[in-house]
């Protein structure tokens, strides 16, 4: 497969590696024994997000019917973070990306068009829903952080349109915040940064192999001068531009100071969170430099990430434990 490589300043940042069983589409059109609050925590990352909702049904898809296709957390994500770092009264986002521009007066909380509940209860989590300049990302800011240990269903229902067009699914999804006194690793607050599939603050690079990369998220990229894709500078309309003749497929956009997402949300400001993530699991040595990250796993240079679905499970390519890696020169992605 394409081979995609974050390349960053030696040491100014980790990646931090959960290994979750996610699973996307509309998935079938039965009931959720789990939403209802019967079954397991444990069933979880079985659980496929989509049309679990009683009653639901699913539209066949097409160019103008929108569709959710990524969420933060993700489905059956087990390590999530009560909260989210600078939202007052210490509350939690909860995002998800459309497909098409979504109609906001149709997404809001007095609808409750976007929210969420804990799972086994089946009590309502009040919080505020917004929407982005583009219409196209839903944000649900919880009132309060979220409890630990406990199993949370996020649910966006069919009222939710695009230029009249209903949602072709209604969509639910299931995450579980982490237990501080049992999880042994304690999870990474990226801030801002966590909704991003990528974000480098030199710039990416994209071998010309086919099948070409695909990346499902938003990249964020930063500072200007390394806002390049294979050295190339990026566009200004939230791509990746000429990339040297081998640009990756993106299902989001390229977030770069020629492209802002919305106020406050610069690139400059989500390549800060992320770096400020990193300097809370570095331990007080010093910044960031060779050898401060103590406790970190080194991955040889020159390391390669993934293997095809089904492959072998190796430790240190597609089999990690919860922890701190980092590589001295790159990391590459197949």
Request: charged residues 5%.
């Amino acid at each position: 497969m394409n081979r995609l490589g974050s390349v960053t300043k030696p040491l100014m940042w980790a990646l931090a590696l959960l290994i979750a069983a996610v699973a996307g589409g509309c998935g079938g059109h039965g009931t959720d024994p789990i939403l209802g609050g019967s079954g397991s925590v444990e069933n979880l990352v079985s659980v496929l997000p989509g049309t679990i909702i009683p009653g639901a049904t699913c539209t066949v898809s097409g160019p103008t019917i929108p569709e959710v296709t990524t969420s933060d957390p993700t489905n059956g994500n087990l390590l999530v973070t009560t909260s989210t770092t600078g939202v007052a009264g210490g509350g939690k986002l909860i995002t998800a990306d459309f497909s098409l521009a979504m109609d906001p007066a149709t997404i809001n909380s007095p609808l409750l068009t976007f929210s969420m509940m804990e799972t086994v209860s089946g009590s309502n989590v009040p919080g505020t829903v917004t929407m982005n300049g583009a219409s196209t990302r839903a944000t649900l800011t919880t009132s309060a952080a979220l409890t630990p240990n406990t199993s949370y269903t996020a649910i966006i229902t069919q009222a939710a349109t695009s230029s009249g067009t209903p949602l072709g699914c209604a969509y639910a999804w299931r995450f579980k915040t982490a237990t501080p006194a049992a999880t042994g690793v304690a999870s990474v607050d990226l801030g801002r940064a966590a909704p991003f599939a990528i974000a480098a603050n030199a710039g990416v690079t994209n071998t010309p192999t086919a099948p070409n990369t695909t990346i499902n998220g938003d990249t964020v990229l930063d500072p200007i001068a390394g806002a390049t894709c294979n050295s190339v500078a990026v566009d200004a309309a939230g791509g990746f531009g000429l990339c040297g003749g081998s640009p990756p497929t993106i299902n989001g956009s390229v977030i770069s100071p020629l492209f802002p997402a919305d106020a406050g949300a610069t690139s400059g400001a989500i390549i800060s969170d992320m770096q400020a993530a990193f300097l809370s699991i570095t331990p007080p040595a010093g910044p960031p430099a060779a050898g401060s990250l103590g406790g970190a796993t080194n991955l040889p240079a020159g390391t390669t990430l993934g293997e095809p679905t089904g492959a072998a499970l190796v430790q240190g390519d597609n089999l990690f434990a919860p922890g701190v890696y980092q590589s001295l020169t790159s990391i590459l992605i197949t």
